[in-house]
């Protein structure tokens, strides 16, 4: 199988400054886009077409997906990381107390949150396969999985056969966001560890659908390169994991950098307006990808986009190991924008008039546990 | 009345659950449909927690309960997810799904056909949905489904019945209750496959996303009831050529 191949970035700056408004209304008429089309969504004229992008993409949302928006909560497991990424909280420069959850630990964490009402969860960890390796995770899969619809991961990129072990185990999804596909950035902000392949990391979603994973969630980091190009390679990656392999469900995260974190200045940050354009884009692009909404955005933001094209929410996050059951517990890998639980995030989203749903998968379709 | 296995329904418009913007409204769009069959995403309710936000809601008196495997991606899932509603749901009713293509939820005729054939053994109601195969439909049939579900048009698009040659030839060779199921996004749409001579169709997209689904899903209702008044009573022969009611032909030459 051919590997997916990212141009560089010089290739296509025409397709994404030249588009007019005409260009961008004639976009909005078609059904099938081709990937000059999600181009052409995501310029500087389409830009100033906001309102008319929201209308297509919360039609096709409501459509394709109904009046539901899917909650899930991340579970941090462990903050040590081998890796230096320089905007990183958890990069392995920073000096911080690292924490690692033991398994009964990391239980606990789940427990209380099943106890809340959540059933999809995302394991999180710093990457250091020394610590949280592929029979912590198996492990941890095998304890909790009846007690939850799905359980995703977001940890260190692995190898196929790692994903095979875990899917049997039971875990559903894995999520490795390229952070940027700018290689020349890439190299620049990744100093140190595994992470440092650029390939590596991105043949990854790729290998864990190879691996029989149910979904891959792909995204990048807005405010590493320009945000019109990331989002652009990001479709392109999503049309080249849709063509082959068919049967995995991908989603798309949007994991935008706040100026407020830590030291790290991002070279180019990206405002609401931007992540707008870039969500309204890829839905209109694919209208079947799910939309992921994390707390990292702001209250008033996530209000606001209800209906418009995410499908996915997460609530009451902690990004600190072990912060469900300490709450005062410090070391988080970076801060939230929006502090409420999973109650309170529900009741916003069925004042508009959507379905909050806290079950859309089953242990049952996975054996081995 | 349509029958299906053993038990008889009133209502030709059979009902689902997703999409909805809430449990309140799904349930009083589904009474307004007068549906009597609804269908429910196993992967979607927990049949061991009383305070499931569908399963509660949902009348289990009033509404025939019809599990369906939507997210199934070979036949060997679809069993599993069977016999957990058997087991814990009560029922040996299934709507058998199996779609390995999660963006266009199409479903797989050979691990369909596969599971249909292992299921009804096992003592299970299967209706499964296909694509609109009418070889597939007797296959089906042959293995022992209890009505045959072919789609009008990929599911979720509320495109109507594009499949019109290929549902024509299935009604008229099945001995089993043909449900069309899936792309119906109009009431016409459902009264055009109710005068095809369908016997029951299923909507779920076209209901829960209306402007006004209790509205719609009256909407529904009424026009299956039509369309399938409109079959029972013959419609008139349709054709490109015009046919004026009082034809003067000049045969009066004739003995």
Redesign the interface.
Known sequence: MSLFAVPDFSEFQSLLHSPTTTDVEAVLQKDKLHINDLATLLSPAAGEMLPALALRSAAITSQRFGHVIQMYAPVYVSSFCNNNCVYCGFSAENKIARRMLSLDEAEVEMNILADRGFSHVLLVSGEAPGKVGVAYLAELARRTRDRFAALTIEVQPLSSADYCTLFEAGITGVAVYQETYDRAVYEQVHLAGKKADYDYRLETPARAAEAGMREVGIGALMGLSDWRSEGLVLGMHLAWLRKHFWRTNVSVSFPRMRPAEGAYEPPLPAGEKELTQLLFALRIFDWDVGLVLSTREEERYRNGMIGLGPTRYSAGSCTAPGGYANPEIEGEQFSVGDHRDLQEVCASIRLKNHDPVCKDWDATFQKGF | MLKIADKTFRSRLFGGT??????AVMNEALASSGAEMVTVA?????LEDPDD?IMSVLDRERYWFLPNTA???NAE?AI??AH?ARAVGGTNWLKLEVT????TLLPDPVETLKATEILVKEGFIVLPYMNADPILSLRLQDAGAATVMPLGAPI???QGILMRSMIEIIIEQAQVPVVVDAGLGAPSHAAAAMEMGADAVLVN?AI??AGDPVAMGRAFGLAVEAGRMAYEAVLGASGKHAAPSSPEVGLEFLK
């Open positions: 997703g999409k909805f913007s809430s449990s196993l992967r979607r309710v927990d936000d997210g199934a991606r899932e599993r997810l957990l390995p293509d999660p963006r979720g698009t509320n997209t829960a996303v």
